[in-house]
């Protein structure tokens, strides 16, 4: 009889022969969270990848013709980088590296628009910064460069490293009394479940998902925010202060220092010119940091 070590094995090799990943190889709760058709090595650092955002994503808004959101890039990035973690890079039965910081850089213009089924997309990949400590893989850095019909229109830089002890995170208030959630065209989410934000008594922002399970940004109820869960509240958060609409943002970046907790994080914004900063604290600490480049007015 074959053992579950020895399927997963095979699957393993299956899926580096023909370069093809499954949902369940990159830790996915659902073959519909997929976006990754294939990945290929085409050099000793380099890889292309095959990809397909569908028009039905959770993420984007519910019209006949889309815009693709913009953290469907960070997501498939993510997908990315699990694969060429899982296929190419030193194993020694620790747990997967997790994202500690992205940079999104985007061409509006360029951005594909969708009102069939699912754009076809081809992604040049490169890896860089790999240090191996005790035979696995320490941290990385993946760079993922996207584009539709030949015509680039996002970067998306990634740095994984080893997951961070959850307890030394901060812990956020057990309750959060009289929250207010804005709607969700304020925030450029798609939808109700996409809000992660909400004012408390004294107007100052924090984060409250509206759904604690989302399935891209918080997939199976983490107590500890994703860090696109991170990088997506401060975008909410820079757009609810500036007013601007989501099309106004070029780029998007966020480093975490220490796990961020699901709920009660503040978040601070800070405008200049053409970008705002942002700041994720609990109880004074800063967790994590980002910025939003927007298009000037």
Do not use: K
């Amino acid at each position: 009889m074959e053992t579950v070590a020895a399927r997963l094995m095979g699957e393993t090799a299956r899926e580096r022969a023909d370069g093809t990943p499954t949902w369940r190889s990159l830790g996915l709760e659902t073959m519909a969270s997929l976006l990754v058709v294939s990945l290929s090595r085409v050099g000793d650092r380099f890889f292309e990848s095959q990809c397909q955002w569908p028009r039905t994503h959770p993420l984007n808004e519910r019209d006949t013709t889309v815009a693709h959101h913009p953290l469907i890039a960070v997501e498939t990035t993510r997908q990315i980088a699990a694969a060429v973690e899982r296929w190419h890079l030193p194993s020694a039965g620790r747990p997967a590296c997790e994202v500690r910081s992205v940079s999104l850089g985007l061409r509006p213009s360029a951005t594909p628009t969708e009102s069939g089924s699912a754009t076809d997309l081809s992604v040049r990949v490169i890896l860089g910064d790999v240090v191996v400590r005790d035979g696995g893989p320490a941290s990385f850095r993946v760079t993922a460069e996207y584009l539709h019909a030949g015509q680039p229109f996002a970067t998306c830089a990634m740095r994984l490293a080893e997951p961070q002890p959850r307890e030394s995170s901060p812990t956020a208030p057990p309750s959060l009394p009289g929250l207010l959630h804005p709607a969700a065209a304020a925030v450029g989410a798609a939808c109700d479940a996409d809000v992660l934000l909400a004012r408390g008594p004294q107007g100052r922002l924090v984060i409250a998902p509206r759904d604690p399970a989302h399935p891209v940004l918080l997939p199976g109820a983490p107590g500890h925010l994703t860090t696109s869960a991170v990088l997506e509240a401060g975008r909410q958060a820079v757009l609810l202060s500036s007013g601007m609409a989501a099309r106004a943002v070029v780029g998007l970046h966020a480093d975490v220092a220490s796990p961020v907790p699901a709920r009660g994080a503040a978040v601070e914004v800070a405008g200049e010119r053409g970008r705002a900063r942002f700041a994720v604290t609990v109880a004074g600490r800063v967790l994590a940091t980002g910025a939003v480049s927007l298009l000037r007015p």
